[in-house]
């Protein structure tokens, strides 16, 4: 063979060499399709932080599937179901097969209804939705879809574990429910009157009302109507600016209840319930918290304080978006692939432990993640505070994974 020769062939095998590593670390893309802009966007910007800070250090510890990387490709929804689905097609249309969402139900029904529509239209180009915290109950029962996945427990077993815990406080006699007016609100209010009526016949029900999702910048005149309403406690399911905001106009008024949520610990959140100084007084059902015994996730916690945390120390939220990148990252490296429809088959019956230890597990049936949960109060004389008010939440009861399992409605259909 003449040195020609030799060089040729070798410039052919470096090529394929090349060709071949190119191939093995090609970035597998994640869109995170969330409110960056108007009412939303606070809470939506802090998720895309921790998103980024998951991706990061599964990165730093060599990806996955032989070495490939993630990464996080962010677009606004503006909080609209219509704006999701232009930035879902933006995304697509970018080459990006995996997409996640977790703020507002009605965006993420109308993700997961053109995720099935459009994987349908397109097999060999399908596309998988991960939903981290969008929990109207219809998205995994009526509403249900093999590409959706969901990562925080629905609404009705969030009520369910807020009344089993108010059954058994005396001292609430009259509840106000106030909530969002789109489907997770409405949810939420239909819930709450159906088990309290179950569980506490007694309660009186002396307010219910939604209000606009993400418009409302002054809560006073519904805090004037709770008032004047001689309500002991409020439930509501409100999120972003219309917690946090509610919870100020009621400091500002100076309204004695108690309050039972599910997101007071959402950006502003704490600091506004420091502001009430109803100290352990407000209620929120979750999957964690900051005081939740764990070295590893408190590791994790404060690594994420001192880098995002900012001027007004907020801090990690969402152990469920651990939960779903690290079984993301199970599923891949399970399929060896990062074909939508093999992970998709890796994630449907996954039974995993999570960073607390904890069995968690995936039902086939519906693509709903069942885990344990927390009622936490929030106040004074705890390790971790939030947003530096020096409160922070406490753990009433623990309800564990296997206990808020409830049926489904849901008639998966599994593509062939």
Same mark, same amino acid.
């Given at each position: 063979?003449?040195?020609?020769?030799?060089?040729?062939?070798?410039?052919?095998?470096?090529?394929?060499?090349?060709?071949?590593?190119?191939?093995?670390?090609?970035?597998?893309?994640?869109?995170?399709?969330? @409110?960056?802009?108007?009412?939303?966007?606070?809470?939506?910007?802090?998720?895309?932080?921790?998103?980024?800070?998951?991706?990061?250090?599964?990165?730093?510890?060599?990806?996955?599937?032989?070495?490939?990387?993630?990464?996080?490709?962010?677009?606004?929804?503006?909080?609209? &179901?219509?704006?999701?689905?232009?930035?879902?097609?933006?995304?697509?249309?970018?080459?990006?097969?995996?997409?996640?969402?977790?703020?507002?139900?009605?965006?993420?029904?109308? %993700?997961?209804?053109?995720?099935?529509?459009?994987?349908?239209?397109?097999?060999?180009?399908?596309?998988?939705?991960?939903?981290?915290? $969008?929990?109207?109950?219809?998205?995994?029962?009526?509403?249900?879809?093999?590409?959706?996945?969901?990562?925080?427990?629905?609404?009705?077993?969030?009520?369910?574990?807020?009344?089993?815990?108010?059954?058994?406080?005396?001292?609430?006699?009259?509840?106000? +429910? %106030?909530?969002?007016?789109?489907?997770?609100?409405?949810?939420?209010?239909? *819930?709450?009157?159906?088990?309290?009526?179950?569980?506490?016949?007694?309660?009186?029900?002396?307010?219910?009302?939604?209000?606009?999702?993400?418009? +409302?910048?002054?809560? /006073? @005149?519904?805090?004037?109507?709770?008032?004047? /309403?001689? $309500?002991?406690?409020? +439930?509501?399911?409100?999120?972003?600016?219309?917690?946090?905001?509610?919870?100020? *106009?009621?400091?500002?008024?100076?309204? #004695?209840?108690?309050?039972?949520?599910?997101?007071?610990?959402?950006?502003?959140? &704490?600091? $506004?319930?420091?502001?009430?100084?109803?100290?352990?007084?407000?209620?929120?059902?979750?999957?964690?918290?900051?005081?939740?015994?764990?070295?590893?996730?408190?590791?994790?916690?404060?690594?994420?304080? #001192?880098?995002?945390?900012?001027?007004?120390?907020?801090?990690?939220? !969402?152990?469920?978006?651990?939960?779903?990148?690290?079984?993301? =990252?199970?599923?891949?490296?399970?399929?060896?692939?990062?074909? &939508?429809?093999?992970?998709? *088959?890796?994630?449907?019956?996954? #039974?995993?432990?999570?960073?607390?230890?904890?069995?968690?597990?995936?039902? @086939?049936?519906?693509?709903?993640?069942?885990?344990?949960? !927390?009622?936490?109060?929030?106040?004074?004389?705890?390790?971790?505070?939030?947003?530096?008010?020096?409160?922070?939440?406490?753990?009433?009861?623990? %309800? #564990? *994974?296997?206990?808020?399992? %409830?049926?489904?409605?849901?008639?998966?259909? =599994?593509?062939?």
């Amino acid at each position: 063979m003449n040195l020609f020769k030799k060089l040729s062939g070798w410039s052919i095998a470096a090529v394929l060499i090349c060709f071949a590593l190119g191939a093995q670390a090609q970035t597998i893309k994640i869109a995170y399709i969330d @409110p960056l802009s108007g009412g939303g966007a606070s809470v939506g910007e802090h998720g895309l932080k921790h998103l980024q800070f998951l991706i990061e250090a599964i990165n730093a510890k060599g990806g996955v599937i032989n070495g490939q990387k993630l990464e996080a490709v962010a677009y606004d929804n503006k909080g609209s &179901p219509q704006e999701s689905l232009v930035q879902v097609q933006k995304a697509i249309d970018a080459g990006v097969r995996y997409l996640t969402q977790g703020n507002g139900s009605g965006a993420a029904i109308a %993700i997961s209804e053109f995720v099935s529509k459009y994987n349908e239209r397109n097999p060999g180009k399908e596309v998988l939705y991960l939903n981290y915290s $969008a929990v109207d109950p219809a998205l995994t029962n009526e509403k249900c879809s093999y590409w959706h996945f969901r990562w925080d427990a629905n609404s009705d077993i969030k009520m369910a574990a807020l009344t089993n815990f108010i059954k058994d406080r005396k001292e609430v006699k009259k509840v106000y +429910i %106030i909530g969002q007016d789109y489907s997770f609100g409405q949810a939420v209010r239909v *819930a709450a009157r159906a088990m309290l009526k179950q569980k506490r016949p007694d309660i009186q029900i002396v307010g219910d009302e939604l209000h606009p999702l993400l418009k +409302i910048t002054d809560f /006073s @005149p519904y805090i004037a109507k709770i008032k004047a /309403s001689g $309500a002991d406690s409020v +439930i509501t399911g409100n999120w972003g600016n219309d917690i946090s905001l509610l919870i100020k *106009a009621a400091a500002d008024a100076g309204l #004695k209840v108690n309050w039972y949520t599910y997101y007071a610990g959402g950006s502003g959140g &704490p600091t $506004a319930i420091k502001q009430t100084g109803l100290d352990h007084r407000v209620f929120s059902v979750g999957e964690w918290h900051t005081n939740v015994p764990s070295p590893e996730m408190e590791a994790l916690a404060d690594s994420f304080l #001192k880098k995002h945390g900012g001027a007004s120390g907020q801090g990690w939220w !969402y152990l469920r978006m651990k939960n779903q990148m690290d079984m993301f =990252v199970e599923a891949l490296n399970k399929a060896k692939s990062s074909d &939508p429809k093999k992970v998709a *088959a890796a994630l449907s019956d996954m #039974k995993f432990k999570n960073v607390l230890g904890a069995e968690i597990f995936m039902r @086939p049936s519906d693509h709903s993640l069942f885990q344990d949960m !927390y009622i936490a109060s929030f106040g004074s004389g705890t390790k971790h505070d939030e947003e530096k008010t020096g409160w922070g939440w406490k753990t009433i009861s623990v %309800i #564990k *994974a296997q206990d808020t399992v %409830i049926p489904t409605t849901c008639k998966m259909v =599994v593509p062939s």
